[in-house]
DNA sequence: ATTTTTTACTTAATCGTTTAAGTAAATTTT
DNA sequence: AAAATTTACTTAAACGATTAAGTAAAAAAT
């Protein structure tokens, strides 16, 4: 802790407490000279506040957090880095949680938060996030701003992507491409992310007849380790897909090396797309063709709302839910 | 907020607030009786204690910043993954700043932390950090930990890899590979690590007699972009190197894709070694020789040493620096 | 010249904890 | 049985800010 208080520096300039308060806030009740003083004084000390001294009387932290699965991923990394950006420009501090996809952490950090730690909450719930009493309970409290994976029974502001339609565009364009038995796989079909593309991929299926039992959904199991087995097997089946859809950026890496493996070609025997925003997608051989989310931007969105509701006292803002497309972009995976 | 505070456990139970806060301590001036009572009641009215009225009282925050370039970059969200994993584990919370390799926001950063608002502090310099007495300044008043860009100048712990060597081992790589003409190149010079890798290399030119002439070293200017077009002239160079050390995995991308559209191949005319931690090194084609840094070990013992010193309340902690030593993987990039 | 208003402050309460110091009753020691 | 100690509390101050309410002096209005 810093030592020089307003307490020092009304001392120093003969002045209450609540004078140098005033004065630093620049309230009309004080003179202008005794302003320059204390301003002065305090610039000369290097007086910086007590943040929670503050805290403690307004009720008021100045500070969010931020609950992500998990930060070594493109995707959030890049919202994390949105939703700083935002705090720091509004004056806000950020405290990151990471849940590492398990629930009882969830749960173990939104009670913690729950004495006031927090202004507000910007989460992305994790794949075992099935019930949310939890979180209503929190949101009782705090207003929540929930980004790409959220929780549809909570009534808040949801930042989003067209994930439904990226699954139907994702597929589309793997049909597009001459795809005829396109599988999806997914790191968990719990999500409702993952849901959306699923549906958006169903539709695809259907709309353009392509024969379903040749179009397996894939979900793998919590466990990691298992993704190489599960594709291995998926390979090697006598009705090879010719075209995947993978959902999440995790999923590159086995695909691409059980294709090296295998000796099957991308994008010649099966083509690929992959909801990514890794910035290797480019230098990959080939290179991925990708459903890039806007993850940046929905960082900035999620803190941008959740800030305003902070600064205008409002608790619901559940109109303020807003969807930002994502783009595909046509690589060297899914383009002879 | 929540509206349960220890006032309120008081009256319910007809206790002052000292027997509720020390009943949930489990003082032991308290009855057990009446422990059973306040515990009982605070769980059930979900009593969470004001962190601020606390942090206020005792001087202390049980909250740490990490102050980092950037987030979206595979070092440093994974060291922020080790550094969140102890952080959490020991009770603490972590709040992020990104400097954007900016000294200015550097410094006010500092600023806006020195009133308390955090009990230690575990930073990885900017480029532009030339001058460090903001960063002197606040280590006159709160612990920090340095990890991989350290500041020689400050005496306090530092967690880094062993860059020196590294830079060696890289360079010594490529020659064994038949090398002859490496370039190095970097995003600045200013870094401590930068530094350290380029004497290894040299170190490496020297021993194994390269002609030095051949063997530059490259700094990019500040501003993106401008990476294409220095690599786009080194490549078209009479003199055109054969080996690579690039010492940041920013780096890759333009390297590789330079490469690509002048038709150089890797490994076979060019060879290409590059301190990253991009998981998606094997799946490049071709597949990228890395130097890998410890990074997720990195920042829980960054971590971990800075919350021993706030146990201790030691501040000196010199003598807690780590060097973790980063990997050599070959792969692809290095190898015919 | 008196009253009213404004200016420029101060006093004291408050936010929710923790904790040093005090105290009455019960228990132990002598 | 008296003195000393222990038990189980309470009182009140403190942390560092903010702010409602109070106040004396100066300025303005009547």
Redesign the interface.
């Known amino acids: 802790?810093?030592n020089v208080t307003i307490k020092l520096l009304a001392e120093r300039l003969n002045l209450s407490t609540a004078t140098i308060s005033k004065a630093l806030c620049d309230s009309h009740e004080i003179s202008i000279a005794t302003k320059e003083r204390v301003l002065a004084l305090a610039k000369e000390l290097?007086y910086?506040?007590?943040?929670?001294?503050g805290?403690?009387r307004r009720?008021k932290?100045k500070?969010i957090a931020?609950l992500i699965p998990?930060?070594?991923?493109?995707f959030f990394?890049?919202a994390?880095?949105g939703i700083?950006?935002v705090a720091?420009e509004k004056g806000y501090?950020?405290?990151?949680?990471?849940t590492h996809e398990k629930l009882e952490r969830e749960k173990s950090?939104l009670?913690?938060l729950?004495?006031?730690?927090v202004d507000g909450v910007i989460m992305s719930v994790t794949v075992e996030t099935a019930s949310f009493e939890h979180i209503k309970e929190f949101n009782r409290?705090y207003p929540i701003v929930f980004f790409d994976r959220v929780c549809k029974e909570i009534d808040t502001a949801k930042i989003t992507t067209n994930d439904f339609e990226c699954g139907y565009m994702a597929t589309k364009h793997l049909i597009e491409a001459g795809c005829q038995k396109i599988a999806l796989i997914s790191i968990s079909n719990s999500l409702s992310i993952i849901s959306e593309r699923t549906e958006g991929y169903k539709k695809a299926i259907e709309e353009f007849g392509l024969n379903e039992d040749c179009c397996p959904i894939i979900d793998f199991p919590d466990e990691p380790g298992l993704e190489y087995g599960i594709i291995r097997k998926m390979m090697s089946s006598s009705n090879r897909p010719d075209g995947i859809v993978a959902t999440g950026e995790k999923l590159?890496?086995p695909i691409?090396?059980v294709c090296?493996q295998m000796d099957i070609n991308i994008p010649k025997d099966i083509k690929v797309i992959c909801f990514s925003n890794?910035?290797?997608a480019?230098?990959?051989?080939p290179t991925l063709t990708t459903i890039t989310q806007p993850a940046f931007e929905m960082g900035k969105k999620a803190a941008s709302v959740l800030l305003k509701s902070l600064k205008y006292n409002s608790l619901i803002l559940t109109e303020e839910s807003t969807v930002i497309s994502s783009t595909l972009i046509a690589r060297g995976s899914t383009v002879c």
Chains 1, 2 share one sequence.
């Open positions: 802790m810093s290097d910086v506040p007590n943040p929670y001294a805290s403690l009720n932290s500070t931020v998990e930060v070594a991923d493109s990394s890049l994390l880095n700083e950006e720091l501090h950020t405290l990151i949680y990471l950090i009670k913690s729950s004495g006031g730690r409290h590159t890496t691409y090396l090296q890794q910035s290797s480019i230098i990959l051989n």
